[in-house]
């Protein structure tokens, strides 16, 4: 079965600075992997995906994350952070069959003025 | 195009109660999984349902249970509350029958408080 670990549950950087959030992930097949966002009191949306295209994936908001498969990593980043980015970040993993969309425990981005 | 949508937002219950929270997809999204989203747990999966069928289900006890109906609309519903039920219960569509590559998207939630 696939899983996802989120190193960081907090996460925090200076506005202006480069956002890195880690995400690795085991699956047994190659993944699909994810990344979403969630404000308060909100529901989650979708910042990218990665299905085996390229390998860097660029998402909205600026945010990019690149899959490297030797790494078993997805690790998000973005060059400049901005106060409307804090918020909480989830990495997901699927399979080709159908089985749910798993989640990673989430990152809360905190960005200081 | 409207987004999901899940009714009620907010609701508080108490210990022994039943809850019924409804989830309506996407138009023409016909999978409507259910997550349950706790401080401690984050995200777990609950049950997906295809076409009114539930396809997956996840590690809950009996007390979680769902339906969906012919129009894709979906509701789950809780018995026998436990004050561990309170959560935000996220519900997300998606298009086609494969999961995969296709995107969930989720609703804003409903958080359910139980006293």
């Known amino acids: 079965a696939q899983s996802v670990t989120q190193l960081g549950s907090h996460v925090s950087v200076s506005e202006g600075a480069l956002v890195l959030l880690r995400c690795n992930y085991s699956?047994?097949?190659?993944?699909?992997l994810f990344w979403y966002v969630q404000y308060p009191n909100q529901g989650l949306q979708l910042l990218l995906k990665y299905t085996s295209a390229a390998t860097l994936v660029k998402g909205i908001n600026g945010f990019e994350a690149e899959f490297k498969k030797s790494e078993t990593s997805f690790h998000l980043t973005k060059p400049s952070a901005h106060m409307s980015d804090a918020a909480e970040y989830f990495c997901?993993?699927?399979?080709?069959?159908?089985?749910?969309?798993?989640f990673g425990k989430g990152t809360r981005l905190s960005v200081i003025a | 195009k409207a987004g999901v949508t899940q009714t009620p937002r907010y609701l508080i219950k108490t210990r022994g109660q039943q809850v019924t929270l409804s989830c309506s997809p996407i138009s023409g999204h016909r999978s409507v999984s259910w997550y349950q989203q706790t401080p401690g747990q984050g995200l777990q999966f609950l049950f997906e349902y295809f076409s009114e069928t539930q396809r997956n289900k996840g590690n809950f006890p009996g007390r979680f249970s769902g339906r969906q109906f012919s129009n894709s609309r979906s509701e789950m519903n809780v018995s026998t509350l436990e004050l561990g039920d309170s959560a935000l219960y996220l519900c997300?569509?998606?298009?086609?029958?494969?999961?995969?590559?296709?995107?969930?998207?989720f609703g804003a939630g409903s958080r359910l408080t139980v006293l």
């Open positions: 997300a569509s998606r298009q086609g029958a494969s999961s995969g590559a296709n995107v969930l998207t």
């Open positions: 997901a993993v699927s399979d080709r069959r159908n089985t749910p969309l798993v």
């Open positions: 699956s047994s097949v190659p993944p699909y």
